[in-house]
Nanobody, 124 residues
Framework: QVQLIESGGGLVQTGDSLRLSCVFS????????MGWFRQAPGKERTFVAV????????ALADPVKGRFTISRDNAKKSVYLEMSNLKPEDSAIYYC?????????????????WGQGTRVTVSS
């Protein structure tokens, strides 16, 4: 059974940077597109970023373009979200997810496995 475990969240100030990590186990990591989603208090979970099997293609949500970067290390079975110039509106629980779908999936229904989330709080 695939398991995803996120880490790296915390409390930071506006303008700070943070790196989230997600470790994959229980399956063949390189068979999955990997995504990050986030859910702010009282709001729906939304797409943040996705990366292809071989890390040759990525996609980012408009609110984070130019500030966030997604990457993966297939040897370490890990995916990362580098976040810079953080804003209070980036505060949310961030979830890592794995999808067997091709085409840089951006909707929750396209993802099969989810982590438990890591909380990011950005103070103003």
């Amino acid at each position: 059974q695939v398991q995803l475990i996120e880490s790296g969240g915390g409390l930071v100030q506006t303008g700070d940077s943070l790196r989230l990590s997600c470790v994959f186990s229980g399956g063949t990591f390189s068979h999955y597109f990997m995504g990050w989603f986030r859910q702010a208090p009282g709001k729906e979970r939304t797409f943040v970023a996705v990366i292809s099997w071989g890390a040759d293609s990525t996609a980012l949500a408009d609110p984070v373009k130019g500030r966030f970067t997604i990457s993966r290390d297939n040897a370490k079975k890990s995916v990362y979200l580098e976040m810079s110039n953080l804003k209070p509106e980036d505060s949310a629980i961030y979830y890592c997810a794995a999808s067997p779908k091709v085409g840089l999936p951006r909707t929750e229904s396209q993802y099969t496995y989810w982590g438990q989330g890591t909380r990011v709080t950005v103070s103003s």
